[in-house]
């Protein structure tokens, strides 16, 4: 069983930059991959970026070369780093512990979202 908290949204504007944390509780943190997915009322769930158990990352085309997805395996922490912000990248943002990969469905731990807001 894991649980995740997010934090470290807010509003900022266009251009700036937040990073997300996501401090899981668990002795197997280190085992799961970790991922950041975000939605918003008009779209499905979307994925950012993952992390897996060796570090090795994948991220969306929308968001490549602007966020950074690392974690702190002896901090249960995985953070989410995002540079040069869009309004586009408005949305509630949400850590997911689970199997790799892209596809949603390969998370089975869910944390209750933090919302990013860009203005532009």
């Known amino acids: 069983q894991v649980q995740l908290v997010e934090s470290g949204g807010g509003l900022v504007q266009a251009g700036d930059s937040l990073r997300l944390s996501c401090a899981a509780s668990?002795?197997?943190?280190?085992?799961?991959?970790m991922g950041w997915f975000r939605q918003t009322p008009a779209k499905e769930r979307e994925f950012v970026a993952s992390?897996?158990?060796?570090?090795?990352?994948t991220y969306s085309d929308s968001v490549k070369g602007r966020f950074t997805i690392s974690r702190d395996n002896a901090k249960n922490t995985v953070y989410l780093q995002m540079n040069s912000l869009k309004p586009e990248d408005t949305a509630r943002y949400y850590c997911?512990?689970?199997?790799?990969?892209?596809?949603?469905?390969?998370?089975?731990?869910w944390g209750q979202g933090t919302q990013v807001t860009v203005s532009s």
């Open positions: 997911a512990a689970g199997f790799s990969g892209t596809n949603d469905v390969s998370f089975g731990y």
């Open positions: 992390v897996n158990w060796s570090g090795s990352t």
């Open positions: 668990g002795r197997t943190f280190g085992t799961y991959a």
